[in-house]
């Protein structure tokens, strides 16, 4: 049996309503998140204010978010050599982040992540060969290169090395982090990579955040870094950990398989009953034929109750086109789809009938009962 592409899942918008394409390469949607656009106002001031000009500014940040686009596109080629897709990729005011369609392990993640600050190193190599070529004079002093007097083609050097650096720091969730993460997974396998490199990024952020509190005045800028990173390795860690939980499980052995169902002609308050008397939060409609007809969601029920009462049926609140999968599909990809849509629950439908549902917080207590298994029984 082949495997149907869960229907509604093609494109989850992970970035909101807060960014907006601009255009795309290589296939990739470029998009800019509208804090972007804060950055280049108060850039431009601020260039404004030391008497460079406003454009000047502008431009400079412009050809700067250029290599950082360079940078995550270095990503997205290298992950097209291995089968992965990138689904798009967004500008930050820290940064840039190209989001992979699956992360991948091994030696993939690792020369994935290397791709990104290598094109860096790329383009700092090349603006060096030019300004010797064109014999360009050197900044006299680190002020004058960092104060914005020095030559754009300086700067952008020196941004370029700062880039690829920095994002090789070992932290998640900074190329650094994976690489470590990577690096690690070939000889100490998975799960402990995974917990060392998180602990590593955690450490690191702590690190970040003394740095930006002493010696005084606070440095906004690397408390932002630390905060970020700090979140950034435990969320990833939490990630990893699912992963590699499940690795090699199916949906099956996720789905939850005694709940209570709904007809489509049932009532609302029938629903409300068994919202009532059970765990449950939402409901599969099944019709008569025992077929998936829908999916009515707890919201959806209860914005019902008080706008339609108790006797409207179900049919027409209930949504019609619920996330669905097959009772093989892998685990990676049902977690994957969890975490685009981390509200409504995944059903489990084999040949139109519905064989399970997976929520978000039985594939918690899943991940929970494999890793115990697993460190009661490291053989298997
Ligand atoms: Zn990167």
């Known amino acids: 049996m082949s495997e149907p592409t869960p229907r509604r ?14 255009g795309s390469a290589l296939g990739v949607p470029i998009r800019i998140h509208f804090t972007f656009v804060l950055l280049l106002l ?21 050809l700067l978010f250029g290599c950082v686009v360079l940078h995550e596109l270095g990503h997205a080629t290298m992950a097209r050599a291995f089968d992965v897709e990138t689904r798009e990729i967004v500008l930050y005011p820290i940064g840039g982040v190209a989001r992979l369609d699956r992360i991948p392990s091994g030696k993939a993640e690792l020369l994935i992540a290397l791709a990104g600050p290598a094109v860096n190193l790329v383009l700092a190599g090349a603006l060096f060969l030019y300004l010797i070529f064109r014999q360009v004079r050197a900044p006299g002093s680190a002020e004058e290169l960092f104060g914005g007097g020095a030559p754009v083609v300086w700067q952008l050097l020196m941004a370029n090395l700062i880039l690829a650096f920095f994002n090789l720091i070992p932290a998640f969730p900074m190329d650094g982090g994976r690489v470590l993460r990577a690096t690690l997974s070939l000889f100490l396998g998975e799960d402990r990579a995974t917990d060392i490199a998180a602990t590593v990024g955690q450490g690191m952020a702590i690190l970040f955040a003394v740095l930006a509190l002493f010696p005084p005045p606070v440095k906004p800028v690397l408390l ?27 949906a099956a052995a996720a789905m939850v398989t005694r ?5 489509p002609d049932d009532s609302l308050g029938r629903a409300a009953e068994l919202l009532l008397s059970t ?8 019709d008569a034929w025992g077929r998936v007809a829908g999916l009515l969601h707890r919201s959806a029920l209860l914005a019902g109750l008080a706008g339609e009462g108790r006797d409207h049926p179900v049919l027409e609140l209930m949504d019609r086109e619920p996330l669905a999968v097959a009772p093989g599909t892998s685990l990676e990809e049902v977690l994957r789809l969890l975490q685009a849509r981390p509200l409504g629950p995944i059903l489990v439908v084999d040949d139109g009938r519905l064989a399970g549902m997976i929520t978000f917080e039985n594939f918690g207590e899943l991940i929970e009962v494999s890793r115990r298994l697993r460190q009661g029984n490291p053989a298997t």
């Open 279 to 286: 765990h449950q939060h939402d409901f599969p409609v099944l």
């Open 259 to 263: 709940f209570e169902t709904l007809r």
């Open 9 to 22: 899942a093609k494109a989850p918008p992970p970035t909101g309503g807060w960014s907006v394409r601009v």
């Open 42 to 62: 108060w850039f431009g001031a601020v260039s404004a204010s030391q008497g460079e000009g406003f454009l000047g500014g502008v431009v400079f940040l412009l």
């Open 224 to 250: 932002l870094i630390a905060i970020f990173v700090f979140l950034g390795a435990g969320q990833e860690a939490a990630f990893q950990r699912g992963r590699s939980a499940v690795r090699g499980l199916t």
